[in-house]
């Protein structure tokens, strides 16, 4: 098995598919799919989007710097695809596809009330790169769907069936692997032996699979 070299591309893969909804300053409102979406600091709380020029959504970012950051679903899937596919200039996407508005509390733009969780977001700086420009923006405010919300107070994205995007196709997420630290985390034998499958410590893999795999020569 080798290695093949490509030129360079973008590669990251699997990336979320979020609907971006934007408000023109005529008070038009519109949504595009972006998949160059990015975190760009935990404090204070910013991310990035990246847009073309040519989209029509371009405008209303330019005009307002306002936009509203809604996660998709299985769900939301074909409306996911359909705002990534027609443009604003022909369609309204939210009556198209059936999405429901409710107003942002810090920006004025419509987030979708069937997204789970909405960002609303305000521009700091475009950063002109080539075909795209990248909009860094503070996020004001964060708005999820209190049906995700389990007994615990926690919050389970994963409930909502959250999509994924990697090379041209939606995917939804796979099986929970392990919690954040559980590489190293003390787990005794007779723990691992009683959990039941609905316990996260029986389903966590305590071992990478090349480490099972690999042979001694
Ligand atoms: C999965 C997916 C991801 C996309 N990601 C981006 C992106 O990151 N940036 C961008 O400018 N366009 C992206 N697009 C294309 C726009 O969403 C598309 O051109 C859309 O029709 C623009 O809408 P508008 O003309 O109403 O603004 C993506 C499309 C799809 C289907």
Not at 47 to 60: G, W
Not at 65 to 92: H, M, Q, W
Not at 158 to 186: C, D, Q
């Amino acid at each position: 098995m080798s290695k093949i070299e490509w030129k360079p591309g973008n590669m990251v893969y699997p990336i979320p598919a979020v609907m971006v909804s934007v408000r023109d300053k005529e008070g038009k409102d519109n949504i595009l799919t972006v998949a160059w979406v990015g975190t760009v600091c935990t404090n204070p709380p910013m991310v990035s989007i990246s847009v073309r020029p040519e989209r029509y959504s371009y405008k209303a970012l330019e005009e307002t710097g306002e936009f509203v950051i809604n996660l998709t679903t299985e769900e939301l899937a074909y409306a996911t695809d359909f705002c990534g596919v027609r443009s604003g200039r022909d369609y309204d996407k939210f009556k198209e596809c059936h999405l429901t508005k409710e107003e942002g509390s810090h920006v004025a733009v419509s987030m979708i009330k069937e997204s789970p969780v909405n960002i609303e977001c305000k521009v700091r700086e475009a950063h002109k790169y080539g075909s795209h420009t990248m909009f860094t923006a503070d996020v004001l405010a964060v708005h999820v769907d209190d049906a995700y919300m389990n007994e615990n107070g926690k919050f389970c994205l994963e409930n909502a069936n959250p999509i994924v995007y990697s090379h041209g196709t939606y995917f939804t997420v796979g099986e929970e692997l392990g919690t954040f630290g559980y590489s190293v985390k003390k787990v005794t034998k007779e723990k691992t032996a009683t959990a039941k499958t609905s316990d996260r410590i029986g389903k966590e893999r305590t071992k990478p699979r090349w480490k099972k795999s690999r042979k001694k020569k």
